[in-house]
């Protein structure tokens, strides 16, 4: 499988793609809120050319049972995978809060900046690939007057890069969580258990 992981120059490259795909998204579906979804890039062993999957995990209950729903979803996406078929990048989009904190600002000990007047609403994405490298993305909402999502302002990214200890600071743990799934899901698959019928996401 070494041969189909994917390079640091496309997998820097994919948070371009994701902005397009979601300003594309938005163009069409103007909408308040927008569901957790999973943008999936693999390619085959007879094909090199990334190809992107779209999952939405469309739950009510999503922060609660988020890392279940994860592991979930990498397994049943890895044990209904072909064979052939492996994917190499995942990224989790969703709706969130940003803030600029001075230096030497405290920042709250949850992490949550909800509470904050200043608070920038935004679609955050956050990548990582089959062998945990990571990078991400950030653009800010704008809203109609129906308060519908219209329009994806300010883009910010961080690219991955290699011998860069910050990138460890923007590891996600629910991407690690539907990886471990997904390579559940691929063992499952590939001693036979692949037929079984997996929880819906």
């Not at 920038?120 to 999502?149: C, H, L, P, Q």
Request: hydrophobic share 30%; with cysteine; proline share 1%.
């Amino acid at each position: 499988m070494d041969e189909m992981i994917i390079s640091n120059k496309e997998f820097n490259g994919l948070l371009d793609l994701n902005l397009e795909y979601l300003r594309e998204y938005f163009k069409d579906n103007k909408q308040k809120g927008y569901y957790p979804t999973l943008l999936l890039f693999g390619r085959s062993s007879q094909y090199q050319k990334l190809e992107m999957t779209v999952v939405v995990l469309a739950d009510e209950e999503f922060d609660e049972k988020k890392y279940q729903i994860m592991s979930l979803a990498g397994i049943k996406f890895g044990g209904e995978q072909p064979a052939s078929e492996y994917t190499v990048a995942a990224y989790l989009c969703s709706e969130g809060w940003m803030r600029n904190f001075k230096k030497g600002e405290k920042t709250p000990d949850n992490g949550r900046i909800s509470n904050y007047s200043d608070k920038v609403e935004a679609i955050i994405y956050m990548g990582m690939t089959v062998d945990g490298r990571s990078n991400f993305g950030t653009f800010t909402i704008r809203r109609d007057k129906k308060d519908r999502i219209f329009n994806l302002k300010t883009h910010l990214r961080h690219d991955y890069q290699e011998a860069n200890t910050e990138n460890e600071g923007v590891r996600s743990d629910l991407l690690q969580a539907f990886w471990r799934g997904y390579s559940a899901g691929k063992l499952k698959k590939r001693f036979g258990g692949g037929d079984d019928k997996t929880t819906s996401v």
